[in-house]
């Protein structure tokens, strides 16, 4: 699927543009990893069988808390890091197995870390031009040339990375890595020493330049707002394992583990109880889409984006507390049986505390998460904001 027209086969094509991506195919794989795990102590392992495969041109984030495992996938694919269980193929050669280790050098893949690394006694053109030695100056200088266009550096190139702003060396850092035509980029959370402002426009210009260069790429995050307006596909990583692959459409509206649901997005999760074709929660029926047994207790998921607050003299639902964001109001409201939701309402929709309320429910997708006794539905506690019963 091609990222720049999911949005609108979104709209179109709901079904299509939701369908849960295969975690291993095969057409024309640049990367599979298979059942791959690391580990820097013998007894722990630091990521543990993550399968996944990126196709030709296309872009993958790794999404996930801090220590998730991100960068150990990064350097076991680089050749940094031996892998102890499972397989690595790069255009269709093993690079990794537990007795198979193809050196860096020889893998063919660029790297771009948070921090530039760039050579600080050589100038920007030079920065660029610094792994090809094997061609000829002119050779040379079309490559560097074209860099410069599409980074946006003419004009810089001769100046020191102590004269560039952090973004520029952020782009400096990229020709580099481009410049030597890889088979895969890795880019390992590139933007975090930006300011927001610079971040968001690298973010753009990468996604233009990676498309155009038809580069096949991995970026590594920790931001679902980096990784939804990168990616073609996301991979949720969560100690270690791997939790969804999938689009990022289907990420935000189809998680399949509460993990999931509560990393990429605020998200409420109500108690229900299944009853034949519907289930039964305080915010009313809810379709059982997965078909479970009549009795089964269910949480049900839901975003701010799906409740609207309707304000109704008698209703047993309080608005607690609006937080103002600008674009949205981010509304707290307490139902009657004390359980907290929230709702996100237009910037000039303003309800004071203790309004009584009633809601309304319009949810796209029906997540249901059945409640099992060795299963709890409880994401562990991050910057999300989730609230379980
Ligand atoms: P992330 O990039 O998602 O923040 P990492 O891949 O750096 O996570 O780390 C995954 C896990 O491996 C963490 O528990 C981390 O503490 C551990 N780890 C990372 N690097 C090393 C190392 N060089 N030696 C021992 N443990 C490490
Ligand atoms: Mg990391």
């Known amino acids: 699927m091609n990222g720049s027209d999911t949005g609108e086969q979104l709209v179109k094509n709901e079904e299509t543009a939701l369908a849960t991506a295969e975690p291993t195919s095969n057409g024309s794989a640049v990367l599979e990893l298979r059942d791959v795990s690391c580990a820097y102590e013998a007894t722990r392992p630091a990521v543990e069988d993550i399968s996944f495969s990126v196709q030709q041109g296309e872009i993958l984030c790794l999404l996930g808390p801090s220590g998730c495992g991100k960068t150990t996938i990064l350097r076991a694919i680089a050749g940094f890091e031996r892998v102890t269980t499972g397989t690595i193929t790069l255009s269709g050669r093993l690079v990794s197995s537990r007795d198979t280790l193809v050196p860096t050098e020889q893998r063919h893949i660029g790297m771009v870390f948070q921090e530039y690394a760039l050579f600080p006694h050589l100038r920007v053109d030079k920065n660029i031009a610094f792994g090809l030695n094997h061609l000829s100056r002119p050779q040379q200088r079309a490559i560097v040339g074209d860099l410069l266009a599409l980074t946006g550096l003419r004009g810089l190139e001769h100046r020191y990375p102590h004269e560039l702003s952090g973004g520029q060396q952020q782009r400096v850092a990229l020709a580099r890595a481009l410049a030597l035509r890889p088979v895969l980029l890795l880019l390992d959370e590139p933007f975090s020493n930006l300011d927001p402002d610079m971040a968001s426009r690298m ?56 993990f999931v649901a509560d990393f990429v997005g605020q998200a409420d999760f109500v108690s229900g109880v299944v009853d034949n074709h519907v289930v039964t929660t305080e915010l009313g029926d809810f379709p059982n889409t997965q078909k479970l047994a009549t009795g089964t207790k269910v949480v049900v998921m839901i975003r701010p984006d799906d409740i609207h607050i309707v304000p109704t003299k008698g209703a047993n639902a309080r608005i607690v507390a609006r937080q103002f964001k600008g674009s949205e109001n981010v509304y707290t409201i307490r139902l009657a049986s004390g359980q907290i939701v929230h709702s996100s309402e237009s910037s000039l929709s303003i309800y004071q505390a203790g309004t009584a309320i009633a809601l309304r429910v319009v949810a796209t997708h029906t997540v249901l998460f059945p409640q099992s006794p060795e299963s709890p539905a409880e994401p562990e506690s991050h910057d999300g904001n989730a609230s379980i019963p």
């Not at 155009?212 to 596909?233: G, P, R």
């Open 203 to 258: 973010r753009q210009d990468l996604h233009a330049l990676l498309r155009q260069t038809k580069t096949t790429a991995i970026l590594v995050t920790h931001d679902h707002d980096e990784a939804f307006s990168m990616a073609d596909h996301v991979a949720v990583l969560n100690r270690g394992r791997l939790e969804q692959f999938d689009t990022p459409e289907a990420i935000y509206h189809l998680p399949t583990t509460p």
